[in-house]
């Protein structure tokens, strides 16, 4: 084994090292032993010389470096196959409602900057991190090893490999990537295109929130999905028995996918509006349309937590207008995906519109991400999507 070199950081950040934190900071660390290349494994210790972990390094990442392994052992093919086979054990389960999951979530399933999409025997792969883009080849030879998949296609974030001083590229890494994907969801179908969309149209850590969302409809009611992207929720309560549902997103490629969505599920009462949320809140309202469901699924308001009160403001003005549009006795579904916004910003937001609307609300469920992207209690930002389901009082 190559001679790992060592880094040596503060002792208040060993003791989170130590607690299971994977993440260090460039001004958490005190001494480099040699300089080191962007990527590098290296061995991490307390002031002390206490052993603490094999990691990767980056100085041109803020994060400058990730654990791997709280063991003294080398980072091979045993090593990765071992969390990839971890990983698939943490998920039996969900192939039986499901062809769509996330196989790795990056830190959540211990490999910082990795995550794996897995679509009906295909895989969208993101290496995100200097790290992880040097054990590149080891890591596709091991997926193609454990999960035998048909084909491997690289769907890496621009934002993130930037920051870490890499360019993206997005290609076919592993066998062949069809143009289309048809994966199932609770029995309903869903068109998957890896190559063409951002991400992959299809947000797999909704899945269990589709199913409680989508428990209170009932025959005869109206829905809105709001940032509907490719309509996961606003198909699944169609085949609910929802009388009309309106699928509202601002852009077209979305809508053109979810109108294919619709067209595979044999739906009616489907429709699409290619629109801006707040704006057609405001058009829905003047034109007198209400609905008994209403769910709000918008892209991250808030990247930072210094940009966390422009976001409370926009959900504000959202759950008000959404208030005014819900029929009494309807529900509203609300979500944030930025793990800046907590649980409490939400209701906060909640009942400031509760009070621009003089409605009642009442609490039904506090709705998560679902079981393939896991929520580990000692890295606190693997917790990032949060929901509110409120039912209006009639």
């Keep these: 084994m190559k001679i790992m070199k060592k880094v040596i950081v503060k002792n208040s950040t060993a003791d989170k090292i130590t607690s299971g934190f994977p993440w260090i900071y460039r001004n958490e660390i005190m001494a480099i032993e040699e300089p080191v290349e962007p990527g590098e494994l290296v061995r991490l210790h307390a002031r002390g010389d206490a052993f603490l972990g094999i990691g990767y390094i980056n100085p041109l990442s803020q994060i400058t470096a990730r654990i791997l392994s709280r063991e003294d052992r080398p980072i091979d093919t045993e090593f990765l196959t071992g969390k990839i086979s971890k990983a698939l054990q943490k998920r039996l389960e969900l192939p039986k409602v499901t062809t769509a999951y996330r196989l790795i979530h990056a830190e959540a399933d ?156 044999q739906l009616k009462g489907v429709e699409t509006a290619r629109s801006d949320a707040f704006n057609y809140i405001r058009e829905a309202y003047a034109k007198g349309r209400f609905f008994d469901l209403i769910i709000i699924d918008p892209p991250s308001f808030a990247q930072t937590r210094r940009t966390k009160e422009s976001a409370s403001r926009a959900f504000r003005q959202l759950i008000s207008g959404c208030l005014r549009l819900l029929r009494g006795g309807g529900v509203l579904a609300v979500f944030s995906c930025s793990q800046a916004v907590a649980m409490e910003d939400l209701k906060e937001a909640s009942l400031k519109a509760s009070g621009d609307t003089g409605s009642r609300l009442d609490i039904l469920d506090y709705l998560l991400q679902d079981t393939d992207h896991p929520v580990r209690l000692h890295i606190p930002n693997s917790l990032y999507l949060k929901g509110l389901l409120i039912r209006k009082e009639m």
Excluded: W
């Excluded at 200097?130 to 890496?156: D, F, H, N, W």
């Excluded at 179908?189 to 929130?209: A, C, H, M, P, W």
């Design 110 to 265: 211990e490999l910082p900057g990795l995550v794996v999409d897995h679509y009906a025997g295909y895989l969208a792969v993101q290496i995100n991190t200097a790290g992880m883009e040097r054990l590149r080849p080891l890591i596709l030879s091991c997926l193609v090893e454990t999960v035998q998949p048909v084909g491997i296609y690289e769907k890496s974030e621009e934002k993130f490999r930037a920051k870490e001083g890499l360019t993206t590229e997005e290609k076919t890494l592993h066998g062949h990537i069809p143009e289309s994907i048809l994966i199932e969801e609770h029995g309903a179908r869903f068109i998957v295109r890896l190559k063409e969309s951002q991400k992959t149209g299809f947000y797999l850590d909704q899945r269990r929130n589709r199913q409680r969302v989508i428990s209170y409809v009932k025959a005869g009611f109206d829905v809105l999905d709001l940032f509907s992207n490719t309509g996961g929720f606003g198909i699944h309560a169609a085949l609910r028995g929802a009388r009309s549902v309106r699928l509202v997103d601002i852009s077209a490629a979305a809508l053109k996918q979810a109108e294919e969505n619709i067209r595979l599920n």
